[in-house]
């Protein structure tokens, strides 16, 4: 109990402390980011991979309305905590050659941003998940407000109410949900154990699928996205894209599937074709887009498309969807490492050039040979490569959907078909070529950027060529999980 407790706390002590730190801000944020990514890796070496909840607390906490700070981690939690501990860090080494203003405001709202996450990411109890879940937003939302670009008042509002609109849906489910539970307490198991019929499941789908679904986001609940993502600063965009987005597929996951699964069966195919919609849409749409962030935040759209298609498909296979949903876990972890892979990068041209437009760009690999090397490992685990950490992913995901549906297979496939032809034309038109008056003068990568960009590759490479410990860590759990919602729609019939 006592190691979670610190885990969660470290970074709002940590966020405290730097508020008040002055110019060593960022040398304090990341001595306590690089703290708790320590203290995440002992807990992970000392975790069981079974299918138990391990280092639980569960502490008194608003005992009149049955709300306890019940906190705890299983295979499932234990990716994305890791995934979250990991990111901070290197997020936080992404912004040393960036001169923000007011300093400590900055990294100690990416301190408070990390408690809201992890505390999202343990959450046994519906109201603390609440907590976190507003407790992320915050933070990432000053974040953008503050030191955003061009329009960000206009497009960081947007971003704002699509988010509060969606938690707001999610708080009528939660309360809903509270009020059928006989002890009156919001346990995350007591609401597994609700006996709810199906127009009551229907709708608690909804309340919280839109939730989730703005989040990660999936089409029609994407608009926001590309906007926010590209006028945010680098940083906060890979707070969106690498952590943030991931707890939509996490809350479906956990708190979606277990609770409603009559309200998903009789919905996932709605959702499933939604999530196909969005890949196919979004894939489109980064062919034409002359902005290379923006043809990353579009990327992003298509490939949490395949996810989200993988978890509906497989939740629709009982026991035989096992390995989808290890495909959704395993890519939640590469798509993180590798979107901020992509977002630094962009960042490091950007910060050189001052444009990220791409018939602007040419010729960086022949001046920056070690950029060009450690953008085209990145790019290929983007795209999937044999080899790399995005390909074990996407390949049981789209193993997955292949047994719930051939043609659903076919056509969610077409996001790495499509990557591979955008992410490469992409590279091609910003590395290869002649350069040009503007790249001429570009210098290579040196100092924390080579650090960032050398982890994140050894990253790409070693969870590629070796992916069995990620799966044996997710496996008792989310064989657990199937196994409940099996039992649940059982006993429905």
Known sequence: MEQLLLLIFLPLVGAIITAFSGKSAKMVSTVISAASLGLALFIACSFIPNASTQFEANLPWIAELGIRFHAGIDGISMLVVLL???LVPII???SYKHDYKNPAAFYALILFM???????FTAMDAFLFYIGWEG??????FICAFWGGKDRVRINMKFFVYTIAGSLFM??????LYLQNPVHNFDIQAFYALNLDSAQQGWIFWAFFIAFAIKMPIFPFHTWQPDTYTVAPTQG????SGIMLKMGIYGVIRW???IVPTGVQDWSCLAMVLSIIGIVYASIIAFTQKDAKRLVAYSSIAHVGLIAAGIFASFNLGSLGLQGMQGAMVQMLSHGINVVGLFFVLDIIFSRLKTNKIEELGGIAKVAPQLAITFLIIVLGTVALPGTNGFIGEFLLLMGVYNYSIWAAAVAGLTIIFGAVYMLRMYQNVMLGKTNELTITFTDIQGTEKLVLYIICALIIILGVYPKPLLHLTEASVQHLLEQVNQKLTSVK
């Open 84 to 86: 979250t501990n990991l």
């Open 92 to 94: 936080i080494l992404s």
């Open 114 to 120: 990390q408690t809201g996450l992890l505390l999202v």
């Open 136 to 141: 992320a937003l915050i933070p990432i939302y």
């Open 171 to 176: 708080l009528m489910g939660i309360i809903y």
């Open 237 to 240: 965009t890979m707070l969106l």
């Open 256 to 258: 979606l599937l277990p």
